[in-house]
């Protein structure tokens, strides 16, 4: 049977371990090991959106896996001129031995999965961002040294992929996690509930104000997701008073680090002072997805 990875709950048994395979791994790889364990193997990455980190560091570790990645933008796909789904996937799985997907929706991405006979990743939809949660929680764990017990604090827009995969990546690992949100922007009710089941600390409010107190990890994300663009205008208004800056920084914890999956736009959901600053990590994370996504694609192809 083949394995996805596209939502959270697909590694709700084996996210710790996934993450000290991808901490092991970056270290034989940096250690000048050779880490070639996925050799012949081909990856497909599907784009229907745009993408910096997602693209190459997949490609880059299908090459340091000794395997290999081809890109595959929606628009030049027959996809882009009306082949359904299910054909592409069906075609993509006699070629492929992993396909990634950007997806517009998380309809398409389950779609994907549901046809294709070779393990489907997501490389984030409308309403999750998993191995970018991964590669957090993983970043979080090379800095604090463990997970369990920590407070994770997340603020910005609620509603979207981001905070989605937070919630369910902070509950199966037992992180307390408050999401701060203008009232309109709330997280799904599913995503909430779903992390309450791990008995973890959730609290979702719309008052900025001293919200960082205690906290391990401050993280923010886009105020307009892709997708979102139509509402632009609107969500800047809505979203006035959520920027993460230096006083906020300095009411959580000493040693809180910050996160950021990156794209970011500075002054709107953070600061250049805090994003660039002495507590932030957002180069590891960036670097992190390649070893995180590695270490998903060895665990899927096991
Ligand atoms: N964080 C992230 O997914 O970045 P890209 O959109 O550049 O892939
Ligand atoms: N929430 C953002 C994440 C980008 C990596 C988006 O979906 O655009």
Redesign the pocket.
Known sequence: MKRDFISMLDVKGDLEEIIDLAIKLKGKSKNGESIELLKGKTLGMIFE?S?T??RVSFEVGMTKLGGHAIFLSKNDLQLGRGETIEDTALVLSRYCDILMYRAMSNEAMKELAKYATVPVISG?D?KE?PC?IVTDLMTIKEHKGNLKGLNFVYIG?GG???AHSYLLGCGIVGMNIKIVTPANYMPDEFFVKEAKKYGIKIEVIDVVNNCTKNADIVAT??W?????EKEKEKRIRDFQGYTIDESLMSVAKNDAIFLH???AYYDYEVTKEVAHGNQSVIFDEAENRLWAQIAIMVTLCK
């Open positions: 959106k993408s980190r997602t984030l409308n961002h970018q827009d979207n992929n981001m994300d886009t307009v997701s892709m997708g979102d999956c990156l794209p």
